[in-house]
């Protein structure tokens, strides 16, 4: 086709073949690309935030408990261990807010520096972290809520109770857990950690400065670049707590053009299988609710529900289109 630019073919750079590592690494920076749909201010989130049911789809009744704690499991993608509190869509919220400002990376010198020392503290002449900048009044402006100092105390409240919480996020296949599990014997490899490890503000009016310093785990996924880039906008137009949950997973996968009834009740921390029939019609309304939010967000140009099966074994398969065209598509249509 004239006036596209052809690409270097998959497995080479130049005449040099690439490794199966680095082959993988650019797929995953094509599929970011590909992503991007015309967004102009992201959240730039780690994958498994984004496909995780660890923020439950309500605001209310949530455990306060300091012994709380819960396995949430999205299959095959996430498994993750909370412990400290429950926590719902007004924490997500605020995390996703501090994830559309930009991360900087700082590397300074390591206070407790030990020569020869094998703790993880004190082993490192250097400490390096990843923290967000921002102020009030944009993380207020940026969740919708009316610029109030109130509602700047709240939002103080989320990022405390985010802090206080212990993320143990397992690493490798969901495979590999269930075999675990089924030895009785504890999950494999993984990450324990806060997501936010710190937070300062310069003052309590609404132009106040504001920086939040990511938890190691986080700062991993930066480094690993495990990262998806979520229409921000569209999510902090959505009303339903349950299209605030199912969002993030579907933004976060471009590829994907349908997904189960069973994934989004994992997605929304649900035993979905082993509810009465009442509470999965119930369910269902919500789910429909939340996919016609996404509509009038702007997120989802249209959606239709594909009955598979029938009595107990029947499952409802929801099929969608992007309301915003891949940037892969928008760079074709703007060269021809």
């Known amino acids: 086709m004239a006036g596209v630019k052809s690409e270097p073919q998959a497995g080479s750079v130049g005449e040099k073949p690439l490794s199966e590592a680095e082959e993988l690494r650019l797929r995953r920076f094509r599929r970011s690309a590909e992503n991007r749909r015309g967004r102009t201010n992201p959240a730039i989130v780690p994958s498994k935030l984004a496909r995780t049911s660890a923020f439950v789809p309500r605001r209310h009744g949530l455990s306060t408990d300091n012994a709380f704690e819960s396995v949430y499991v999205v299959r095959p993608h996430t498994v993750v261990h909370v412990h400290g509190r429950e926590l719902g869509s007004q924490h997500r919220d605020a995390i996703y807010a501090i994830f559309r400002s930009r991360a900087r990376r700082i590397s300074e010198p390591n206070l407790a520096y030990v020569p020869g020392s094998n703790d993880p503290v004190t ?20 969740t919708g809520r009316t610029a109030h100092v109130n509602n700047l105390g709240s939002l103080l409240r989320c990022f405390e109770e985010i802090r206080s919480v212990s993320f143990r996020v397992y690493q490798g296949s969901y495979a ?65 707590d349950y299209a605030k949950s199912f969002w993030p997973f579907i933004d976060s996968q471009p590829s994907y053009t349908y997904v189960d009834d069973s994934i989004l009740a994992e ?43 029938s009595g107990r074994l029947k499952t409802y398969r929801y099929h969608y289109t992007h309301a915003l065209p891949r940037q892969g598509t928008l760079a074709l249509e703007l060269r021809t």
């Open 123 to 142: 082993a490192y002449p250097r400490v390096e972290y990843y923290y967000a900048q921002t102020t009030w009044r944009e993380l207020l402006h940026t």
């Open 267 to 309: 997605v929304a921390g649900r035993g979905y299988r082993n509810e009465d029939s009442k509470r999965r019609a119930k369910f269902r309304e919500d789910v429909v609710q939340a996919l016609n939010d996404m509509v009038a967000a702007g997120g989802l140009s249209e959606w239709r529900c594909e009955i598979l099966g």
């Open 176 to 240: 590999d857990y269930e075999t675990q599990l089924a030895r009785g014997r504890l999950p494999g490899a993984g990450f324990s950690d806060n997501l936010i490890n710190e937070i300062r503000w310069d003052g309590v009016s609404l132009d106040s400065q504001v920086t939040v310093k990511y938890g190691a785990w986080v700062r991993q996924t930066f480094e690993a670049k495990n990262l998806v880039s979520l229409n921000a906008d569209v999510y902090f137009r959505l009303r339903s």
